[in-house]
């Protein structure tokens, strides 16, 4: 990690971590996701039917459609609340924070492309997409749904640090690591702070 004097001395954290080893991604990515609770109170998610948790999220095969147009409608900030409610929530992941990301990776349209080919509400990229077990990454509660399971599994990796969280979904946690904070790409850097100025924004009384 990068000493105290190259790092913001404010730590932002993210509250509610849940255990790393309560992630699981171990078999095929399409099949519905359920929800566990152990003796000890550790949660779990898994693909695995066979765990009798309670289904928190049902997937479908991808296929094939046409594409549609982009959605510049003014509705569309809040025509995902509920999804975005209940992933803050199963994940623990603040929702202020899930709307900022939303906000700067998308600006909430469900259909956009990047030219490295995120994609979607959160610009999952389809390799992101397949490991948090996501068949359809154009459809807004899926896209959602993956993109808070991977803010979690960052949340989890990086102990809560929010910058180091912002910064891995961005430029990948291999690259966080590898440079022991936020990577010194202009990118990653101008995304932190935006990212964190909408979330103030998200949380500021209105």
Known sequence: MASPETRNPKRWALLGAVPAAALTFAGPSQADIYKTVGADGVISFTNSKATHGKLVMRTEAERPRVRMPSDASPARYGR???????????YQIPEGLVRAVIQVESDFDPRA?????????????????????????FDPRQNIFGGVRYLRVLANLFN????LT????????????????IPPFPETQEYVKRVLAQYRVNRSPR
């Open 80 to 90: 995902y609340d509920d999804h975005i409610r209940e992933a803050s929530a199963l």
């Open 166 to 181: 912002i910064a891995g979904y961005n430029a990948g946690e291999g690259a966080v690591m590898r440079y022991g904070g």
């Open 160 to 163: 809560g640090d929010i910058e």
């Open 113 to 137: 492309v990047s030219p490295a080919n995120a994609r979607g509400l959160m610009q999952l990229m389809p390799e992101t997409a397949e490991r948090m077990l996501v068949t359809d990454i």
